[in-house]
T-cell receptor
Framework: NAGVTQTPKFQVLKTGQSMTLQCAQDMNHNSMYWYRQDPGMGLRLIYYSASEGTTDKGEVPNGYNVSRLNKREFSLRLESAAPSQTSVYFC??????????????FGEGSRLTVL | AQSVTQPDIHITVSEGASLELRCNYSYGATPYLFWYVQSPGQGLQLLLKYFSGDTLVQGIKGFEAEFKRSQSSFNLRKPSVHWSDAAEYFCAVGALDNYGQNFVFGPGTRLSVLP
C-alpha cells in the first residue's frame, strides 16, 4: 500500500544550494504533480506531467525544474534555492483519460527550509 | 480558469455539534469537485468527490457534501463532529484542459473541536 512516496521528508538548505525532491507512485497513474503548500494559500501547482514524456508549468514554476523519468517517477529540482522556496512540497498522482479526471493521491510531503 | 473559495479560514465547533464547511467554485462547465482533509504534518486524504449524478455525495468518516449548481457551491457537512475531525479541509475543483488534468484548491478551512 505504498501509493505515492516522496523523499526526503525534511531538508534544510542554504541559499544558493541545489537539491532534488524525488517522487514515485505505484498505482500506474499517468499524471503526476508537484504542489507547494504555504500557510493561508492552500496548494499551488508548480509543475505537472499529464503523461510520461510530457511536463507543463503550473501556477508557480519559477525557480524549479522537473523530470518525468518514467511512468512511476517525477522529480522536482531546485537549482539555486532561495528563502522564498521554504515550503512544504507535495507530490501527487492521478489517473486521467480523455474524458475522465480522477482524484489526486498525495504523498506525505517534504518540508524544505532554505536559510 | 477555474477558482475555488472557502470563505471560512477557521471554524471552531463543540464535539457532537453539526458542521458545515463552505466551498464555492468558478468554472465554465460541470466541474469535478473534491474535499480533502489534512491532519497536522500529514498529506491530504480524499474525503469525497462529485463527478456527476446524485448531487448529495457520501464520503468517509461520516462526511457528506451537496453540489448545488445554481449556487456554484459544494459544501461539506457532518451531523456530529468528533474530536478526531480537527484538521484542515480543502475543497478542490478538477477539470481537463488542453494539457490534461488540472486541479485548483481553495485556501483551506481549519477546524478546531472543543471537548
Amino acid at each position: 500500500n505504498a501509493g505515492v512516496t516522496q523523499t526526503p521528508k525534511f531538508q534544510v538548505l542554504k541559499t544558493g544550494q541545489s537539491m532534488t525532491l524525488q517522487c514515485a507512485q505505484d498505482m500506474n497513474h499517468n499524471s503526476m504533480y508537484w504542489y507547494r503548500q504555504d500557510p493561508g494559500m492552500g496548494l499551488r501547482l508548480i509543475y505537472y506531467s499529464a503523461s510520461e514524456g510530457t511536463t507543463d508549468k503550473g501556477e508557480v514554476p519559477n525557480g524549479y525544474n522537473v523530470s518525468r523519468l518514467n511512468k512511476r517517477e517525477f522529480s522536482l529540482r531546485l537549482e539555486s534555492a532561495a528563502p522564498s522556496q521554504t515550503s512544504v512540497y507535495f507530490c501527487a498522482s492521478s489517473e486521467t483519460t480523455g474524458v475522465y479526471t480522477g482524484e489526486l493521491f498525495f504523498g506525505e510531503g517534504s518540508r524544505l527550509t532554505v536559510l | 480558469a477555474q477558482s475555488v473559495t472557502q470563505p471560512d479560514i477557521h471554524i471552531t465547533v463543540s464535539e457532537g455539534a453539526s458542521l458545515e464547511l463552505r466551498c464555492n467554485y468558478s468554472y465554465g462547465a460541470t466541474p469535478y469537485l473534491f474535499w480533502y482533509v489534512q491532519s497536522p504534518g500529514q498529506g491530504l486524504q480524499l474525503l469525497l468527490k462529485y463527478f456527476s449524478g446524485d448531487t448529495l455525495v457520501q464520503g468517509i468518516k461520516g462526511f457528506e457534501a451537496e453540489f448545488k449548481r445554481s449556487q456554484s457551491s459544494f459544501n461539506l457537512r457532518k451531523p456530529s463532529v468528533h474530536w478526531s475531525d480537527a484538521a484542515e479541509y480543502f475543497c478542490a475543483v478538477g477539470a481537463l484542459d488542453n494539457y490534461g488534468q488540472n486541479f485548483v484548491f481553495g485556501p483551506g478551512t481549519r477546524l478546531s473541536v472543543l471537548p
